[in-house]
C-alpha cells in the first residue's frame, strides 16, 4: 500500500465550481499534513497545513481531516483557471523522527 | 532576497560524470531537505540535515552524496550519473525537524545524456 495516496486525476471543474481534493494515508501515528500547489515548471508552495481534525478555512481554501479515516481533503470554492496546477498532498510520518510523504499528486484543470 | 535558492537551475551531462548542485537558504531554518521529482512528477524525499548532521538518508544509491557545511547550506554530489538520475532535484527547508511547512527551493533540472 502506498504511503499517501491521490487520484492523480486530471479533475477538470468549470470556472466558479467547487473543487474537491482528496488524499489517504498509512500511518496513523501521521501528526500534521499539508496541501502544496505546484504549477507546470515551478517548485511546490504551501497553501493549507492541518494539524487536528476538522476543518480548517482560508479564503477560498478548506482543508478537513479525519484521523480516524486517515483521510485529508482540500476545497476549493469559487475556482479560478488559475487555480490550474498539481495539487500535492504531503503528510508527515513517524520514522527516524518524522519524515514528509508526498502523494502523487492530483491534476486540476479550470475550464474558463 | 530569495529564500531558498539553488544553482544551477539547469544541468545537462553525459552519463558517467559527476556533478553537483548546491543550496542555500536565508530563512535561518534549521532543518533542509533534498528531494527527486521524477517524470510522473512523483516528489520523494532523498535526505535530510538538522544543524548540519544528517537525520534522514533514504534508499538512494551511494553515489549521492549531501554535504552540509553549515546549517544554511546543503549541497548534493553525485558520481557516476546514469540516464535515471535525470529529474528535477527540489532543496527545502523547515525551521526544524519533525511537522513544520517545508519551503523549496526553484529547483535544479538534472538531463543526463
Known amino acids: 500500500q502506498k504511503e499517501v495516496e491521490q487520484n492523480s486525476g486530471p479533475l477538470s471543474v468549470p470556472e466558479g465550481a467547487i473543487a474537491s481534493l482528496n488524499c489517504t494515508y498509512s500511518?496513523?501515528?501521521?501528526?500534521?499534513f499539508f496541501w502544496y500547489r505546484q504549477y507546470s515548471g515551478k517548485s511546490p508552495e504551501l497553501i493549507m497545513s492541518?494539524?487536528?481534525?476538522g476543518d480548517k478555512e482560508d479564503g477560498r481554501f478548506t482543508a478537513q481531516l479525519n484521523k480516524a479515516s486517515q483521510y485529508v481533503s482540500l476545497l476549493i470554492r469559487d475556482s479560478q483557471p488559475s487555480d490550474s496546477a498539481t495539487y500535492l498532498c504531503?503528510?508527515?510520518?513517524?520514522?527516524?523522527?518524522?519524515?514528509?510523504?508526498f502523494g502523487a499528486g492530483t491534476r486540476l484543470f479550470v475550464k474558463a | 532576497d530569495t529564500a531558498v535558492s539553488q544553482t544551477p537551475k539547469y544541468l545537462v551531462t553525459q552519463m558517467g560524470n559527476d556533478k553537483s548542485i548546491k543550496c542555500e537558504q536565508n530563512?535561518?531554518?534549521?532543518?533542509m531537505y533534498w528531494y527527486k521529482q521524477d517524470s510522473k512528477k512523483f516528489l520523494k524525499i532523498m535526505f535530510s540535515?538538522?544543524?548540519?548532521?544528517?537525520?534522514i538518508n533514504e534508499t538512494v544509491p551511494n553515489r549521492f552524496s549531501p554535504k552540509s557545511p553549515d546549517k544554511a547550506h546543503l549541497n548534493l554530489h553525485i558520481n557516476s550519473l546514469e540516464l535515471g538520475d535525470s529529474a528535477v532535484y527540489f532543496c527545502?527547508?523547515?525551521?526544524?525537524?519533525?511537522?513544520?511547512?517545508?519551503?523549496f527551493g526553484p529547483g535544479t533540472r538534472l538531463t543526463v545524456l
Open positions: 527545502a527547508s523547515s525551521p526544524s525537524t519533525g511537522t513544520d511547512t517545508q519551503y
Open positions: 500511518d496513523r501515528g501521521s501528526q500534521s
Open positions: 540535515y538538522n544543524n548540519k548532521e544528517l537525520i
Open positions: 492541518i494539524y487536528s481534525n
Open positions: 530563512l535561518g531554518h534549521d532543518t
Open positions: 504531503a503528510v508527515n510520518m513517524p520514522g527516524g523522527g518524522f519524515k514528509t510523504i
